[in-house]
C-alpha cells in the first residue's frame, strides 16, 4: 500500500507534476514537496519522484537524473508510464509527450532544434495555465487530499489514465464498426455508423485508427454520428483541404457547415447522400 509521494521541493516542471499526478489516480495519497531520506527511498510505501537518483519500481523510485547525457530521453514521467504499463500506448496515442521528455532531458535550445524550429517558437506555445499550475504546485510543501491542487491533479492524472487506456478499446471499437468508403474523387472516407448506445465521443479514435491502419495517404475526410442530433459530422482527416464543406452549405438537410470548410453537420442518415455531399465538398 502507498501511504505517501515525495517530490523534490523547488521549481516545478512537467514531467514530475505529470508523474505525480498519473499517481494519484492509482495511489490517492498526500504530496510531500521534499528531498528524499534514506528511509525514503528504501520503502517501497513511499513513491520518490523526479528526486534521489534511482530508477527502482520494486522500491517505487522514479528517477532519471543519474542516467548518462547521450541516453533515451526519458523523464520522471516516462518512469511512472512504464510502471503502470502506459509508456508504449502513450507513446502513440500522446503526441505531446516525446516534447515533453526531450525538454526535461535536453532543453528548451536542443528541443526547438529537435522539431526544427526557432527556440523563441515554443515560448509562444506555454500557457498561462501551465505557468500558474505549475507555479501552485510548486508554492506548497505539501498537497493533500481535498485542495485545490491536489483535486486537479488527481482529475487531470485520471483524465490521462482513462484517455491511454480508452483509447486502446476504443480503436478495437473502429477497427469493428467503422467501414472504408471508397470515393469518385479517387480517395477513401473514413464512416462510422451510428451504434447504441452512442459513445460519448463517436468520432473519437477514428483518426488514430487511420494511422495505425496505415491510410493517411488515402484517406482524407470522416463521417460519424453527430451527438447532437440524429444525423451525422462530416470532417476533414488531417485538415485536408482538399474538402471544402462550405461548398454543401445551402443543401436542405445541412444544417451547419464551419466558414473554414473544416466541418460541416446534416439530418441526413443515408450512406448514399453522405457520400454525395462529400463529393460535393471535393474541389481536389
Not at 58 to 85: I, T, W, Y
Not at 100 to 128: C, F, H, Q
Not at 136 to 156: K, Q, V, Y
Not at 249 to 264: Q, T
Amino acid at each position: 500500500m502507498i501511504r505517501e509521494i515525495v517530490v523534490h521541493p523547488g521549481g516545478a516542471h512537467k514531467d514530475d507534476f505529470l508523474a505525480c499526478a498519473l499517481l494519484l489516480a492509482k495511489y490517492p495519497v498526500t504530496i510531500y514537496r521534499r528531498e528524499p531520506s534514506e528511509a525514503d527511498l528504501a520503502d517501497a510505501e513511499i513513491c520518490v519522484v523526479d528526486v534521489g537518483g534511482e530508477w527502482n519500481e520494486e522500491k517505487m523510485n522514479f528517477d532519471h537524473h543519474q542516467f548518462p547525457r547521450d541516453s533515451e530521453p526519458l523523464c520522471a514521467l516516462s518512469l511512472v508510464l512504464k510502471h503502470l504499463g502506459l509508456y508504449e500506448d502513450a507513446q502513440k496515442f500522446c503526441d505531446w509527450l516525446s516534447v515533453a521528455e526531450y525538454i526535461d532531458t535536453r532543453g528548451i535550445v536542443d528541443t526547438a532544434k529537435w522539431l526544427g524550429m526557432e527556440r523563441e517558437t515554443i515560448s509562444k506555445l506555454n500557457s498561462p495555465i501551465d505557468v500558474t499550475m505549475l507555479r501552485r504546485f510548486a508554492s506548497e510543501t505539501e498537497h493533500r487530499m481535498g485542495e485545490p491542487i491536489w483535486e486537479l491533479m488527481n482529475m487531470l492524472g485520471s483524465d490521462l489514465y482513462e484517455y491511454i487506456t480508452g483509447m486502446r478499446e476504443r480503436l478495437a471499437y473502429v477497427k469493428e464498426h467503422a467501414q472504408i468508403l471508397d470515393m469518385d474523387f479517387g480517395k477513401k472516407i473514413l464512416f462510422m455508423p451510428r451504434s447504441e448506445p452512442l459513445a460519448e465521443e463517436a468520432s473519437a479514435g477514428m483518426g488514430r485508427f487511420v494511422e495505425e491502419a496505415g491510410l493517411k495517404e488515402d484517406v482524407v475526410g470522416m463521417i460519424y454520428p453527430d451527438r447532437r442530433g440524429m444525423g451525422y459530422g462530416m470532417s476533414r482527416y488531417n485538415d485536408d483541404k482538399r474538402l471544402e464543406f462550405t461548398k454543401i452549405e445551402a443543401e436542405d438537410d445541412v444544417h451547419f457547415a464551419h466558414k473554414k470548410g473544416f466541418i460541416a453537420k446534416t439530418s441526413s442518415t443515408d450512406v448514399a447522400r453522405l457520400r454525395e455531399l462529400v463529393e460535393q465538398s471535393w474541389i481536389g
